[in-house]
């Protein structure tokens, strides 16, 4: 667990054999784009949230793990607003229909 790396992650869509949908399971966050059998997720662990908000209600935590704890909690607002970007995005290319969304050359 840290706060570092990549912005963005891209997380193969498994499809469910009993239906038509898609399943998604992006290990950092719920908002992503899919596109075709690929989402676009914000790469964001929600248990360091977690952790941040609860070392505050802790006693005697390790020096490191509090460091990490502040580190989220400065990242946590841009996170959760790139979050919100992308899902909104997501939303976006659903109502337009694709025909629309090609940029002609």
């Given at each position: 667990?840290?706060?570092?790396g990549?912005l963005?992650?891209?997380?193969?869509?498994?499809?469910a054999?009993t239906?038509?949908?898609?399943?998604?399971?992006p290990?950092?966050s719920?908002c992503?784009?899919?596109?075709?059998?690929?989402?676009?997720?914000?790469n964001?662990?929600p248990?360091i949230?977690?952790?941040?908000k609860?070392v505050?209600?802790l006693?005697?935590?390790?020096h490191?793990v509090t460091?990490?704890a502040k580190?989220?909690?400065?990242?946590?607002p841009?996170?959760?607003?790139?979050m919100?970007?992308v899902?909104t995005y997501?939303?976006?290319l659903?109502?337009?229909?694709?025909?629309n969304?090609?940029v002609?050359?």
């Open positions: 667990m840290g706060v570092d990549r963005f992650e891209i997380v193969k869509v498994r499809v054999t239906g038509a949908s898609a399943i998604a399971a290990a950092s719920g992503t784009i899919t596109s075709g059998q690929f989402q676009l997720a914000v964001f662990d248990q949230i977690t952790l941040f609860e505050s209600n006693f005697q935590v390790p490191a460091n990490m580190d989220a909690k400065k990242v946590y841009h996170a959760v607003s790139l919100e970007t899902g997501g939303q976006m659903d109502l337009v229909p694709e025909k969304r090609a002609e050359g």
